[in-house]
C-alpha cells in the first residue's frame, strides 16, 4: 500500500485513528512539558542550592583572610600606641642589631627592667599565638637586614643590601596589603615549597612619620583549605583568592596556585554565569582596603552532572507516563472502533439486502442503544415487508394473471379469424405459414425457460408481427434491430408484446400501405433503452396525457390495462427510476421507450 493510501484509508478516514492520534499528542505534549518544568525548577532549586553553599563557602574564606589581616593591622597599631614598645620598635629599624641588642643588654641590667618591651619579644609572641603563620619578617629600611621569624624554627637575621639582594628592591615596591609572597622573599624565608600568602604593613616613625621598614608575615593557606571544608554541605567547583594584580594567592582546586588567573578581567562582570574555562556559576567577594578579592566558581556542568540520575529517573517516569496515558485511551478508542466497524459492516449487509441477522453488541453505552435501535428498526421492517410489500407483489401477480387471462383468449379469437379469413380468400400457402407462426409464437408464451432474455422476447415479437405481417401483406413492414452483447440480459415475459399489440389495435391504418414498426434495442450507461416507433395514427395529446396519468395509478382498470402493466412490472422488478414512456403526435406515429438496468442473473417469470 502507498503512503497516500496508508493515510487515506487509515488516518485521514478513521475518526477513531485521529482521536487517538491527537490523544497521544495532547498527552506526549503535556507530560514532556511537565517533565521539562520539573527537571528546570529541580535544576535552578539545585542552582541556588549549589551557589548558596558557594556563597557561604567564600564568605568563610573572606572572613578567615580578613581575619589575618586585621591581626596584622593589630600588630601595627599596638607598635604605635605602646611608647615604650614604639620607641624600641623605631630604635630596632635605625640601627644595627648588634647595637640594638647592645642598647637592649644596657637597659636590662642598668635598669632591671624586663624584656616585655623588646619588639623581638612581641613578635614571636605573636608568632606562638596564631599556628597559621608561617613566617613574620621585620625589614630595616635603614640599615637593609630583614629579622625572620619562622614557626618551628629559630629566628634568623639576613643581611640585604642591594648589592647582594633584591629584597631591598621588593620591598621599596608599592603593592596592596594582601598578596602573593615574592620569590625573593619566599627564598629569603626558606619556605618556596609551601603555599603562603602574605599580609605587608608598613611601620613608620611616630614623630617624623618616615618609613622605617616593613612587617611581613606569612601565612600558610592550607588553614584556608580547612575553613572552607568545615562545613556539612559539600561545594562543587573550587575557591580562589586574588591578589589586586590577579594573583592566585589560594586555589582549592590546586590548579592556579602561584599564577597570574588568565580570566581575571572577566570576573569584572557582575553575572552569576561567567565564561570561564567553560560557562560557570560565579560568587565574588572583593576587599578593596586589603586589595583582594576571593572568588568561587562552580561549572554549570558540574551542577548539571550532578542531576544526571534525577535527568534520568525523570525521563524514564515520563515515559512511564506517556505509555500509560496513550495505551489506556488506545484501548478504549480501538474495543470502540471494533465496534463501531462491526455496526458499519452490519449496515452494508442490510444495504445488499440481508434482514435477517442481528447485531449482537448488549453493552448499554451508546453504541449498544445504537445497535439495540438498529435491530428494532430492522424487526419493524421485516413486518412491514411481510404486510404491504409482499401483499403488493400478490396484487401485481394477481393483475398480471388477469392480463394474461385477457390476452390469450382475445389474442386467439384474432388469430383464429384471421386464419379464417384467409382461407375463405386464398389459397393453403398463407394459411401454413401464419399456422407456423401461431405455434411458436404459443410455444414461447406457453413454455416455462430457466433463463428468459431479451433475445426470446425479442423473437416472440417477432413472431407476432410475422403473424399480422401475412394479415396485412403489403400493408406493413417491420424492423428489428439488438446489439449483440445485450442479446443475453435477463428480460420479463410479455413485457413488448403488449406495447406491439397496441400498435397493431389501435394505431395500424389500414387503408394506407406504407405503414412500419421499428424495434432497437441499444445500451447506454449501463442500462438497456427499447424504442418502439411507428408511424400510425398517433394520439391525441389528452388522450395521451390520461394514459400517462394511468401508468402511475395503483388501482386497476380496464383501460391501458395492459401499458400499465408492463410500466409496473418494470418498476416493481427494477426500481421506481425504470419503466417506459410514451411519445405521440397525431397523423405522425408514435414512440414508445422502455429502460431498465443491464442485469445479471435470472428474473421470476413464473407469473
Avoid at 410475422?466 to 443475453?488: G, N, T, V
Amino acid at each position: 500500500m502507498s503512503p497516500v493510501g496508508f493515510y487515506q484509508k487509515y488516518i485521514k478516514n478513521n475518526m477513531f485513528t485521529k482521536m487517538l492520534l491527537l490523544i497521544s499528542l495532547i498527552a506526549v505534549v503535556t507530560i514532556v512539558t511537565l517533565s521539562f518544568l520539573m527537571y528546570y525548577f529541580l535544576f535552578q532549586s539545585a542552582v541556588r542550592s549549589e551557589l548558596d553553599i558557594q556563597r557561604s563557602g567564600v564568605e568563610r574564606v573572606e572572613r578567615h583572610v580578613n581575619q589575618k589581616y586585621e591581626n596584622v593591622q593589630s600588630y601595627v597599631n599596638d607598635l604605635y600606641r605602646n611608647g615604650s614598645l614604639g620607641l624600641d620598635t623605631s630604635y630596632f629599624l635605625m640601627n644595627s642589631f648588634n647595637e640594638y641588642i647592645a642598647k637592649r643588654m644596657n637597659r636590662i641590667v642598668g635598669s632591671g627592667q624586663s624584656n616585655t618591651d623588646s619588639v623581638l619579644a612581641y613578635f614571636k609572641q605573636r608568632l606562638d599565638d596564631d599556628p597559621d603563620i608561617e613566617n613574620i619578617m621585620l625589614y630595616s629600611a635603614e640599615k637593609q637586614y630583614v629579622y625572620v621569624y619562622k614557626q618551628g624554627s629559630m629566628t634568623r637575621l639576613y643581611q640585604a643590601n642591594a648589592t647582594h639582594s633584591y629584597i631591598p628592591d621588593v620591598m621599596a615596591m608599592e603593592s596592596q596589603s594582601v598578596t602573593l609572597p615574592n620569590f625573593w622573599v619566599r627564598k629569603l624565608a626558606g619556605d618556596a615549597a609551601v603555599p603562603l600568602f602574605s599580609i605587608r604593613s608598613p611601620i613608620n616613625d611616630m614623630t617624623t612619620y618616615k618609613n622605617l621598614g616593613q612587617l611581613l608575615v606569612l601565612f600558610r593557606t592550607e588553614a584556608l583549605a580547612t575553613v572552607l571544608n568545615s562545613s556539612e554541605d559539600e561545594m562543587k567547583g573550587s575557591v580562589m583568592v586574588l591578589s589586586g594584580d590577579g594573583s592566585v594567592m589560594f586555589d582549592s582546586g590546586g590548579r592556579y596556585y602561584g599564577e597570574k588567573y588568565p580570566y581575571a578581567e572577566r570576573l569584572l562582570n557582575s553575572k552569576e554565569t561567567v565564561f570561564l574555562d567553560e560557562e560557570s556559576y560565579v560568587t565574588i567577594s572583593a576587599h578593596n582596603q586589603a586589595g583582594y578579592t576571593v572568588v568561587g566558581i562552580t561549572p554549570k556542568r558540574e551542577v548539571a552532572e550532578s542531576l544526571h540520575g534525577l535527568q534520568s529517573t525523570i525521563i524514564i517516569a515520563a515515559l512511564l507516563c506517556i505509555v500509560v496515558a496513550v495505551s489506556i485511551p488506545a484501548l478504549m478508542i480501538v474495543n470502540y472502533s471494533k465496534r463501531t466497524d462491526n455496526i458499519i459492516r452490519f449496515m452494508r449487509k442490510v444495504e445488499k439486502g440481508e434482514f435477517v441477522a442481528r447485531m449482537q453488541d448488549t453493552k448499554e453505552d451508546q453504541l449498544g442503544q445504537i445497535a439495540g435501535s438498529f435491530n428494532e428498526m430492522l424487526d419493524e421492517l421485516t413486518r412491514y415487508i411481510d404486510k404491504v410489500y409482499k401483499a403488493e407483489i400478490n396484487q401485481k401477480n394477481a393483475e398480471l394473471s388477469a392480463l394474461q387471462a385477457r390476452i390469450n383468449p382475445h389474442f386467439l379469437y384474432n388469430t383464429l379469424e384471421v386464419i379464417r379469413m384467409r382461407a375463405l380468400s386464398q389459397g393453403a400457402q398463407d394459411v401454413g405459414d401464419m399456422i407456423y407462426s401461431l405455434s411458436m409464437l404459443f410455444k414461447n408464451i406457453v413454455q416455462r425457460k430457466s433463463n428468459y432474455t431479451l433475445k426470446d422476447e425479442l423473437e416472440a415479437c417477432r413472431l407476432y408481427l410475422e403473424l399480422f405481417r401475412i394479415r396485412y401483406k403489403d400493408k406493413y413492414i417491420y424492423k428489428m434491430f439488438c446489439e449483440e452483447p445485450i442479446k443475453s440480459v435477463p428480460m420479463m415475459k410479455m413485457s413488448l408484446q403488449p406495447l406491439i399489440e397496441n400498435y397493431i389495435v389501435h394505431g395500424l391504418r389500414s387503408d394506407q400501405d406504407d405503414n412500419w414498426l421499428s424495434i432497437t434495442a441499444t445500451q447506454q450507461d449501463g442500462e438497456v433503452c427499447i424504442v418502439i416507433k411507428d408511424n400510425g395514427k398517433g394520439i391525441e395529446p389528452k388522450r395521451l396525457e390520461d394514459i400517462r396519468a394511468r401508468l402511475q395509478m395503483a388501482e386497476s382498470n380496464g383501460e391501458s390495462f395492459g401499458l400499465r402493466s408492463v410500466n409496473e412490472r418494470l418498476k416493481l422488478t427494477f426500481g421506481s427510476s425504470y419503466g417506459m414512456d410514451i411519445e405521440s403526435e397525431p397523423g405522425n406515429g408514435t414512440t414508445v421507450t422502455v429502460r431498465f438496468p443491464v442485469t445479471e442473473g435470472k428474473l421470476d417469470n413464473n407469473v
